[in-house]
């Protein structure tokens, strides 16, 4: 079947820290894969997205990038901000369907 | 810039109690969905409608649910007889385009459903 799985949370860093959120995925097809991030108080916005394997996609400073080899779509960001301090799912979506296949979600806390 | 809305936010609701979660998509989308996430497992797909009809479901999505689109803005969730295991955080999107074409969705934030 397919499905997403994410790196357990809670994340806690320290502002202007590097921050790594592993997704790896499993599907059948070609699926596209997506970050969503959920502020609080808000409902889920993309983040970013890539259609095909070696896309990278970008977004408020965060990168992903579509990894088919190791079914992976890692969120990266060099420097975080207090401000990021949100949920992040990554999500797949297989060709021609409706559903969006999410992961659990990692809850990331930035300090000042 | 537009949004979708949801109410109610929480609803508390004893176990066999009917309950509609509301939703107001996007005036111009033309696709809806709702999720779910219960506390601490993953966000789950229930349903997609357009053009009047439901276009893909999930294997959650069973008799005790319904969605329906009344007027011309509102998209709703029915729980017919709800149970301890529908509690849960009901989240309502919305496209322009149908998802398989990657048309970004628009979530609205939510209401939680907390039965009792």
């Known amino acids: 079947g397919n499905s997403v799985t994410q790196m357990e949370g809670p994340v806690t860093l320290s502002e202007e820290a590097f921050l790594t959120i592993n997704c790896t995925y499993t599907?059948?097809?070609?699926?596209?894969l997506f970050w969503y991030v959920q502020y609080p108080g808000e409902g889920l916005q993309l983040l970013l997205k890539?259609?095909?394997?070696?896309d990278k996609g970008s977004n408020k400073g965060f990168e992903a990038t579509y990894r088919k080899e190791t079914t992976s779509f890692h969120l990266e960001k060099g420097s975080v901000q207090v401000s990021d301090s949100a949920v992040y799912f990554c999500a797949l979506r297989i060709q021609g369907a409706q559903k969006l296949v999410f992961g659990q979600g990692t809850r990331l806390t930035i300090n000042p | 810039e537009p949004e979708v809305t949801q109410t109610p936010s929480h609803q508390v609701t004893q176990m066999g109690q009917e309950v509609i979660l509301r939703c107001v998509p996007i005036?111009?989308?033309?696709?809806f969905y709702w999720y779910r996430q219960i506390l601490g497992q993953k966000v789950e797909f229930l349903v997609s409608f357009y053009n009047n009809e439901i276009s893909e479901k999930s294997e959650i999505f069973d008799d005790q649910f319904s969605v329906e689109r009344p007027d011309g803005s509102n998209f709703t969730l029915k729980i017919r007889s709800t149970k301890l295991e529908d509690s849960a955080m009901y989240f309502c999107?919305?496209?322009?385009?149908?998802?398989?074409?990657?048309?970004?969705?628009?979530f609205g934030e939510g209401s939680r459903l907390t039965v009792l």
């Open positions: 599907a059948t097809g070609y699926p596209s």
């Open positions: 999107a919305s496209s322009v385009l149908a998802g398989g074409n990657t048309g970004e969705l628009f």
């Open positions: 005036s111009n989308h033309l696709y």
């Open positions: 890539a259609t095909k394997a070696d």
